[in-house]
């Protein structure tokens, strides 16, 4: 929806009726006539734009923004041409997908998948998503936050992109300590990013297939091959045991970030300590390939800091992953922000 002055003392709302790209085909206003009937071509060029009002909304192809002078439509992490069907710009993962040229929008299937801005947070389903969304919430859910919580939304499964411009100023003018400056940073750069966080939060006996493949794949690779084979089902099936007997939660490094699996048991401060312990703390240097001492001491780091908002105990790492091996070291320093 948006609202738009129709002259000096009035304003009329208008009602956006999107396909199932997100496009916009029709927009009727608060009496429901319709007012506007656009159409495209398979990459968005205009086929129709047809408009009975004199308000001619920009908001088009995918939902996006359609610039009159330049032609384009910006997405976020950059331009798409309808003309040429290109983008203006590579795409930010082009290092993830070596096989599709850097410049080719949605694999040359514009009909079928769309590209909302390149970077993702997601849960494998939107249950999950929905489920961080809540977690990250609850880190913030004193009063100063309420405007920064609106700028922490889904669609469908996925995070969308934060807009830092509106971040910044949701942020200015309310007093805030280091380390929730530090947790609301690591949260915008991580939605932001260019790499894949996947967090799933389990029940039942099984992870999702999903799940299964990232850790049978991590289990080869650092374990020995063939070993995370041996550790599913012959139907490929991983037994939430695993994450059970991991304290109910696990993260596992994939090609092109991570996924984080969440037990079904927590709850509350707890399972929001424990979500941002695996999706930031072990997620976020996963992505980068840091070392494992440098992955298990930025996880307990990023623990603590959500505990001291939370007003919890800190952990000081004795009875993690790597303790013992002297990887837990500044426990109680700020962890990676980005």
């Known amino acids: 929806m948006a609202i738009f002055p129709n002259d000096t003392t009035k304003e009329e709302t208008f009602f956006y009726h999107?396909?199932?790209?997100?496009?916009?085909?029709?927009?009727?206003?608060d009496r429901a006539n319709i007012t506007q009937y656009d159409a495209y071509l398979p990459y968005g060029e205009l086929l129709v734009d047809e408009h009975s009002s004199s308000e001619d909304l920009p908001y088009k192809f995918n939902g996006k923004q359609f610039d009159e002078e330049t032609g384009l439509y910006y997405y976020g992490a950059r331009y798409l041409n309808p003309v040429t069907s290109l983008w203006y710009g590579v795409d930010p993962m082009a290092e993830k997908y070596n096989s599709i040229g850097g410049y080719v929008y949605c694999i040359g299937n514009p009909l079928k998948n769309t590209d909302p801005d390149g970077r993702k947070v997601r849960g494998v389903t939107k249950q999950d998503a929905e489920k961080f969304r809540d977690d990250i919430y609850r880190v913030l859910a004193d009063d100063k936050f309420t405007n920064i919580r609106t700028l922490i939304d889904i669609k469908g499964k996925e995070f969308r992109n934060i807009d830092?411009?509106?971040l910044d100023l949701a942020m200015k003018?309310?007093?805030?300590?280091?380390?929730?400056?530090?947790?609301i940073t690591i949260v915008a750069n991580t939605i932001n990013s260019k790499d894949v966080y996947n967090v799933e939060y389990v029940s039942g006996n099984y992870t999702s297939s999903q799940g299964a493949k990232a850790?049978?794949?991590?289990?080869?690779?650092v374990v020995g091959n063939g070993i995370g084979d041996k550790m599913v089902t012959s139907d490929g099936k991983l037994s939430t045991a695993f994450i059970r007997n991991s304290g109910d939660g696990l993260n596992v490094p994939t090609s092109n970030g991570s996924h984080s699996f969440?037990?079904?048991?927590?709850?509350?401060?707890e399972r929001a300590v424990t979500s941002g312990h695996e999706v930031f703390g072990?997620?976020?240097?996963?992505?980068?390939?840091?070392?494992?001492?440098?992955?298990?001491?930025?996880?307990?780091?990023?623990?603590?800091?959500i505990r001291r908002i939370l007003k919890l105990p800190q952990n000081d790492g004795s009875k993690h992953g790597g303790y013992k091996e002297g990887h837990i070291n500044n426990p109680y320093i700020l962890p990676i922000l980005k």
């Open 215 to 221: 850790f049978v794949v991590h289990m080869n690779k």
């Open 262 to 269: 969440i037990g079904s048991s927590l709850q509350g401060n």
């Open 164 to 166: 830092t411009d509106k």
């Open 18 to 29: 999107s396909d199932h790209l997100g496009s916009t085909s029709y927009i009727t206003d």
């Open 173 to 183: 003018g309310i007093a805030l300590s280091n380390d929730e400056s530090a947790y």
């Open 282 to 305: 072990h997620g976020i240097p996963a992505a980068k390939k840091l070392t494992p001492a440098e992955n298990n001491a930025n996880a307990i780091r990023t623990e603590n800091l």
